[in-house]
C-alpha cells in the first residue's frame, strides 16, 4: 500500500547522509542511530548537537550560539534561573506521588484553575500532552456514552494507542481509528481562493456537522471534537477571532463535549489571551494542555467540568505514577508564576505584533511567501509556489529552515503540505533576538530565486 509521509519526517536529517559532515556530529549521529532505532527523527541535514540553553538561545558543543524560534517548551526561557530553583529545592525536599497528601499539588490547581473559566473547576495531572488527551477522550466518552471523535485533517494529538489514532498528521501508515472523522482545516489563505467572502466559522460549523452526520449514520453516537485551538500541525490558522464559536454550538447541539488541546497555544502563547479557545470566545468541556506547563519538565493536565468529569471518575479509577509530583509541581508553579512577574503575555503580544509586521515587511514582493500569520509568539509563514495557484511549497520551505540553520538560527516547518515556516520562539525572545532572526530571514529570502 503507498503511503503518503508525514510531514515529521519533512525537516529531517536524512539517515546515510553522513560523508560531508563533521567527523563528531557523523560519529554521534551513527551511534545513536544503532542504539535508539529507526523511529527517532533529527531536524536539519546537518544536525545540532546542543549542550546548553540559556534564555532564547542555545549554545553546541563547539560553542557556538543558536537563536531558537522553534521551541515552545522551554516557554518561560531555556533553564530560567526561578524554575531551576524551585525544581533544585523540590528534588532535595521530597518527590513522590498523588496518594499522599501534599499542599502544593493543591496550591498549584487553584491558581491555574483560576486561570481557567469558572466552569472548568477540577484538574487532574499526568506527565504528557498525548496521555492528557488520551485520558480526555475517555472522559467525553464515559460522559456522552458515544464513541465517535472528530479532529481535524492534519492535526497531531499525540503518541498512545488511542491519540495516534487521532492523529492524521502521522501520515497513512497509522491508521485512524474507526470511530474517527476528520473535518478538514480552517485554511482561510486557500478557502478563500476563487470564492468570493467565505465565512470561516460558518463553514466550519457546516464541516463539523457533516462530519457528526457521518458517524451517525454510520450508526457511531457522537462523543467529541478534539481541536488544537490555534491549528497549528495543520498550518496555524488563528484567524479571524471567534471562528470556532459556531461549531462548538453544532458540538455541543450534537450532545458531544469539545476537547481544547491547548499543548500548543497555552500557557499566554498567542498574547491575546491565556489560552487558546478564549480568542474565540467559547467555553471547553475539557482542556488538555502540557509543553509548556513545566518548561521542560514533564507535567501536563487535564482540566474539566466537574459534571463531565464525574462520569468517568466516579466509576474508573486513575493513578499516574509520575502525574503531578512535587518536583513536577514546583516546576509548574514556578512557570504560572514568571509568567505573570515578567508580563509574558503582554510581551508575546507586543513582540509577536512585530515579529508578523518585521516578517510582513521583509515579504514583500517576495512572490514565494504567500501568507503571514499568527497569534502572539506564534506566526506561520506560508511558502507556495506562486501567489495566484497557492500551491504549497514544500522544498523552499524546507530550503529556507535549512539557509537559517547556517546562520544559526533554529525554525522547522508544519501545515498539510509541509510548506509553512513554523515560528514559537520560548517567550524570553527579546527584541535583540527578533532583530537577529529579521535580518537572518531577509538574507536567505534574498537568496531565494524571486
Ligand atoms: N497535542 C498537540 C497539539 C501537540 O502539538 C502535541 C505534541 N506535539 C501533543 C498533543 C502531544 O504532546 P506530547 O508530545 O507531550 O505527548
Known amino acids: 500500500m503507498a503511503t503518503r509521509s508525514t510531514i515529521m519526517d519533512t525537516n529531517s536529517f536524512r539517515r546515510g547522509a553522513t560523508d560531508e559532515l563533521p567527523e563528531s556530529i557523523r560519529r554521534l549521529a551513527a551511534r545513536r542511530e544503532r542504539v535508539l532505532g529507526p523511529s527517532y527523527r533529527l531536524f536539519y541535514r546537518e544536525p545540532v548537537h546542543l549542550v546548553r540553553g540559556e534564555g532564547a538561545h542555545l549554545y553546541d558543543a563547539d560553542g557556538q550560539r543558536y537563536l531558537d524560534v522553534y521551541n515552545n517548551v522551554a516557554s518561560v526561557g531555556h533553564c530560567h534561573p526561578r524554575v531551576v530553583a524551585a525544581v533544585q529545592r523540590q528534588a532535595a525536599a521530597l518527590n513522590t506521588h498523588t496518594r499522599y497528601l501534599h499542599e502544593a499539588i493543591v496550591d498549584y490547581s487553584e491558581d491555574l484553575l483560576s486561570t481557567l473559566p469558572d466552569a472548568i473547576d477540577q484538574v487532574m495531572f499526568l506527565c504528557t500532552g498525548s496521555e492528557a488527551?488520551?485520558?480526555?477522550?475517555?472522559?467525553?466518552?464515559?460522559?456522552?456514552?458515544?464513541?465517535?471523535?472528530?479532529?481535524?485533517?492534519?492535526?497531531?494529538?499525540?503518541?498512545?494507542?488511542?491519540?495516534?489514532?487521532?492523529?492524521?498528521?502521522?501520515?497513512?501508515?497509522?491508521?485512524?481509528?474507526?470511530?474517527?472523522?476528520?473535518?478538514?482545516?480552517?485554511?482561510?489563505?486557500?478557502?478563500?481562493?476563487?470564492?468570493?467572502?467565505?465565512?470561516?466559522?460558518?463553514?466550519?460549523?457546516?464541516q463539523v456537522a457533516a462530519q457528526i452526520a457521518d458517524l451517525e449514520r454510520h450508526g457511531t453516537r457522537f462523543a467529541a471534537f478534539l481541536a488544537d485551538s490555534i491549528f497549528s500541525s495543520d498550518g496555524v490558522f488563528p484567524d479571524p477571532l471567534?471562528?470556532?464559536?459556531?461549531?462548538?454550538?453544532?458540538?455541543?447541539?450534537?450532545?458531544?463535549?469539545?476537547?481544547?488541546?491547548?499543548?500548543?497555544?497555552?500557557?499566554?502563547?498567542?498574547?491575546?489571551?491565556?489560552?487558546?479557545?478564549?480568542?474565540?470566545?467559547?467555553?471547553?468541556?475539557?482542556?488538555?494542555?502540557?509543553?509548556?506547563?513545566?518548561?521542560?519538565?514533564?507535567?501536563?493536565?487535564?482540566?474539566?467540568?466537574?459534571?463531565?468529569?464525574?462520569?468517568?471518575?466516579d466509576s474508573i479509577p486513575y493513578f499516574n505514577t509520575f502525574g503531578g509530583n512535587p518536583v513536577s509541581i514546583a516546576a509548574a508553579q514556578a512557570v504560572l508564576d514568571v509568567i505573570r512577574d515578567e508580563e509574558l503575555q503582554a510581551h508575546s503580544a507586543r513582540?509577536?505584533?512585530?515579529?508578523?509586521?518585521?516578517?510582513?515587511?521583509?515579504?514583500?514582493?517576495?512572490?514565494?511567501?504567500?501568507?503571514?500569520?499568527?497569534?502572539?509568539?506564534?506566526?506561520?509563514?506560508?511558502?507556495?509556489?506562486?501567489?495566484?495557484?497557492?500551491?504549497?511549497?514544500?522544498?523552499?520551505?524546507?530550503?529556507?529552515?535549512?539557509?537559517?540553520?547556517?546562520?544559526?538560527?533554529?525554525?522547522?516547518?508544519?501545515?498539510?503540505?509541509?510548506?509553512?515556516?513554523?515560528?514559537?520562539?520560548?517567550?524570553?525572545?527579546?527584541?535583540?533576538?527578533?532583530?537577529?532572526?529579521?535580518?537572518?530571514?531577509?538574507?536567505v529570502l534574498a537568496t531565494l530565486p524571486t
Open 133 to 206: 488527551n488520551d485520558l480526555a477522550i475517555r472522559v467525553a466518552q464515559a460522559y456522552t456514552g458515544g464513541t465517535g471523535v472528530l479532529v481535524t485533517s492534519e492535526a497531531y494529538h499525540g503518541n498512545t494507542a488511542l491519540t495516534s489514532e487521532l492523529s492524521p498528521a502521522l501520515g497513512t501508515a497509522q491508521p485512524l481509528g474507526r470511530d474517527v472523522r476528520t473535518v478538514p482545516s480552517p485554511d482561510a489563505y486557500r478557502l478563500g481562493l476563487g470564492g468570493g467572502d467565505v465565512d470561516l466559522g460558518l463553514w466550519f460549523a457546516d
Open 242 to 313: 471567534g471562528f470556532l464559536a459556531p461549531a462548538i454550538e453544532v458540538v455541543h447541539r450534537a450532545g458531544g463535549v469539545f476537547v481544547a488541546d491547548e499543548v500548543q497555544p497555552g500557557f499566554a502563547r498567542t498574547g491575546q489571551a491565556f489560552w487558546g479557545f478564549e480568542r474565540h470566545g467559547v467555553v471547553p468541556d475539557l482542556v488538555t494542555m502540557g509543553k509548556p506547563m513545566g518548561n521542560g519538565i514533564p507535567i501536563s493536565a487535564l482540566a474539566a467540568r466537574s459534571e463531565v468529569l464525574a462520569a468517568f471518575g
Open 351 to 443: 513582540l509577536g505584533a512585530q515579529l508578523s509586521a518585521g516578517l510582513r515587511a521583509a515579504s514583500a514582493g517576495h512572490p514565494l511567501v504567500g501568507d503571514i500569520r499568527g497569534a502572539g509568539l506564534y506566526v506561520g509563514v506560508d511558502i507556495v509556489t506562486d501567489p495566484v495557484s497557492r500551491r504549497p511549497d514544500q522544498a523552499t520551505a524546507l530550503e529556507i529552515v535549512e539557509r537559517l540553520r547556517e546562520r544559526h538560527v533554529l525554525t522547522s516547518v508544519c501545515g498539510a503540505g509541509g510548506n509553512v515556516l513554523k515560528l514559537r520562539p520560548p517567550l524570553a525572545f527579546s527584541p535583540a533576538d527578533l532583530d537577529v532572526f529579521l535580518t537572518a530571514y531577509e538574507e
